[in-house]
């Protein structure tokens, strides 16, 4: 654990989100405050394309941009050479599921509670190629089962296991570790989901012992809309991986029949992209970076551990997180009230949450008996009074 944020460095952090003084912004597993410094970054490259024009300006910042990459690939433990900067983490999800031939028959091991868009590309594999899904139990407290997946593994030997570390209806953790640990020991590909572990908690490929690990930049890591990125192990470059769709900036055009692979992750990443936005989440990785990981994690969890117990005690409320490890995402029942109406009365009163519904997890979400729930996501420049102004205000909403 490491030390608690001091009341300066929490100063410091809300002086550089100018949201803050007009706001309560409790929704960072949506879409963060962007800091100041981000939004430079941004605005900077905007600024010098209106000046030199874009290619030219691209081509001004070409260190910048590899600094990007750099800069994301210390944020999850790799190289720039690991680091595959992308449109958005949808999209890196997608380049990496096209790395691998899959053919009738193949199982893609996967669990109860992945991401709805990742569930429809399993389910569309299935109806076009006749590829097996198959969803490890759960824990009883929670979470992708490790031992699930160790009997799986080894009963029906999958092409591919990936796992959403963090779902987005849940404060739930999925132990991406010990998963990893049963994949690397029986040699089978891993692909994870980061989007809402990045920028929240510390992430490390090896660690996690993933192929592959997708992440965002607009939620917890605290950057723009609109970019993401695939992190891509050694052993999957070595062993020659690469999408299904591989464009001009990923290969080389060397003869009439034939092309060659760009040597690094850059394989997997296509020649146009918004360079101001990869500025963008180069300048966040490095503003994490400084934050400090560890520090983000534990304010954040301090926040929402506090949050979840004050709902709690709201009659009515239904407190819906479940698992052994919990994050920064509390989602409750407002009392049977639909999800979307408390999250609009509430953005009247200028506090910012979010609202799952069924269709973004329908296995959990029926599993919860619910429909629609309220998503609230604190973050390390988020403090205690603001926690105590959303719970005030849903508590009125509610029976006021």
């Known amino acids: 654990m490491t030390a608690p944020a001091t009341t300066d460095l929490v100063r410091r952090w809300r002086a550089e989100t100018p949201g803050t003084d007009r706001l309560v912004h409790l929704n960072n597993a949506g879409a963060a405050l962007v800091p100041a410094p981000v939004a430079e970054a941004v ?59 899959f053919q009738a028959g193949d199982v893609l091991l996967t669990s109860r509670a992945d991401y709805a868009s990742n569930q429809i590309m399993y389910l569309s594999l299935a109806r076009r190629l006749g590829v097996e899904i198959v969803r490890a139990a759960d824990l009883p407290e929670g979470g992708m089962d490790p031992e699930s997946v160790r009997t799986l593994v080894a009963r029906r030997r999958p092409a591919l296991v990936s796992v959403s570390w963090v779902p987005t ?26 989007c809402q572990a990045v920028g929240q908690m510390p992430v490390e490929l090896d660690r996690i012992g993933c192929d592959f690990l997708a992440g965002t930049a607009r939620k917890f890591l605290r950057g723009p809309r609109g970019v993401g990125f695939l992190a891509v192990a050694d052993r999957a470059l070595a062993r ?43 300048a966040a990785a490095a503003y994490a970076l400084e934050v400090g990981l560890e520090q983000a994690r534990d304010r954040a969890r301090a926040l929402a551990g506090y949050a979840r117990a004050r709902l709690a005690r709201i009659r009515g409320v239904r407190v819906l997180d479940r698992g ?9 029942d407002p009392a049977g009230r639909p999800g979307p109406e408390v999250k609009l009365a509430l953005r009247r009163r200028g ?23 309220l998503r609230i996501s604190p973050h390390y420049y988020n403090t205690v009074e603001e926690v105590d102004v959303v719970v005030a205000a849903i508590e009125e909403l509610l029976h006021g």
């Open 169 to 194: 209806n849940s404060g739930l953790v999925q132990a991406v570790e010990a998963v990893g640990a049963v994949c690397r020991e029986a040699e089978v590909p891993y692909l994870v989901d980061a």
């Open 324 to 332: 052994a490890e919990q994050c920064a995402i509390v989602t409750i």
């Open 43 to 101: 605005a900077g490259h905007l600024r010098l394309e209106s000046e030199l024009g874009a290619y030219e300006a691209a081509e001004a910042r070409a260190e910048a941009v590899q600094e990007a990459h750099a800069l994301v690939g210390r944020l999850v433990g790799v190289g720039a050479g690991n680091i595959a900067l992308l449109q958005n983490s949808t999209f890196a999800f997608t380049q990496a599921l096209g790395a691998f031939d």
């Open 240 to 282: 020659g991986a690469y999408p299904l769709l591989v464009d001009m900036h990923g290969a080389d055009w060397t003869a009439p029949d034939e092309f060659r692979l760009t040597p690094d992750a850059r394989r997997f990443e296509s020649w146009e992209i918004s360079f101001a936005l990869v500025l963008g989440v180069g």
């Open 351 to 373: 506090i910012n949450t979010s609202s799952p519904e069924r269709l973004d997890a329908v296995i959990d979400m029926d599993e919860k008996a619910v429909s629609s729930a």
